[in-house]
């Protein structure tokens, strides 16, 4: 069966600290991965995605995620992190050929001015 | 901006009685979803669209019909609502399969 799964429901970092938010996946045969991000009362906001070719993908505001085979992980990372960063991210698998994508619980960021 | 328009935006209704939820789109992208948020849950697809007249069920759709005459509309029914069905629907696109879905603004349903 696919999954996402996001260990941390909640991280909080220190305003110019680096963060990095947590997922791992079980996808069969080759997947497809994202980053979304969601402020309060709003809809998902595509971030970032991995489907193929080099394993460090960046996107937006400054967001990078590191995809990781072996380790079945997409983690995503910001080498200093903003208050206006503070929000839910949602970490997205599918699988090639497929018409969904299967997302984890959610991870809420807080940054600490 | 992904031209997603959710109706209505906020909606409280009574245990028993129908509901439609309206998604409709500009650009005219083929794929087309409903999913569900809940605390502890992240997104579940309810059914999903790949075409008109076209739909598939997902992981949570007992409770839910969806219909699709026209491109740009998809819309979601709850047949008799109840109170489990009180979530946030989000409506989203897809240009193709494998592709990037772009989520709409979100319909807060509660059932009383």
């Known amino acids: 069966a696919q999954s996402v799964a996001q260990p941390e429901d909640q991280v909080n970092v220190a305003e110019g600290n680096p963060l990095t938010v947590k997922c791992t996946y079980s996808?069969?045969?080759?997947?497809?991965l994202f980053w979304y991000v969601q402020y309060p009362n709003r809809g998902l906001q595509f971030l970032l995605k991995?489907?193929?070719?080099?394993?460090l993908v960046k996107g937006s505001y400054g967001f990078e995620a590191e995809f990781n085979k072996s380790q079945t992980s997409f983690h995503l990372k910001k080498p200093s992190a903003l208050v206006s960063d503070s929000a839910l991210y949602f970490c997205?698998?599918?699988?090639?050929?497929?018409?969904?994508?299967?997302f984890g619980t959610g991870t809420r960021l807080t940054v600490i001015p | 901006d992904a031209g997603i328009t959710q109706s209505p935006r906020h909606k409280v209704t009574e245990t028993g009685t129908p509901v439609t939820l309206r998604c409709h789109q500009t650009?005219?992208?083929?794929?087309m979803y409903w999913y569900r948020q809940d605390p502890g849950h992240g997104l579940r697809l309810i059914h999903y669209?790949?075409?008109?007249?076209?739909?598939d069920k997902g992981e949570v759709s007992d409770g839910y019909s969806v219909s699709r005459s026209k491109t740009e509309d998809f819309l979601l029914t709850l047949e008799s609502a109840t109170s489990s069905q009180t979530s946030v629907y989000f409506c989203?696109?897809?240009?193709?399969?494998?592709?990037?879905?772009?989520f709409g603004e979100g319909s807060w349903l509660t059932v009383v």
């Open positions: 997205a698998a599918g699988q090639t050929g497929a018409n969904n994508l299967f």
């Open positions: 996808v069969s045969g080759n997947p497809y």
């Open positions: 991995y489907i193929t070719g080099d394993n």
């Open positions: 650009e005219n992208h083929r794929y």
């Open positions: 669209s790949y075409g008109v007249k076209d739909t």
């Open positions: 989203a696109i897809a240009v193709r399969e494998g592709n990037t879905i772009y």
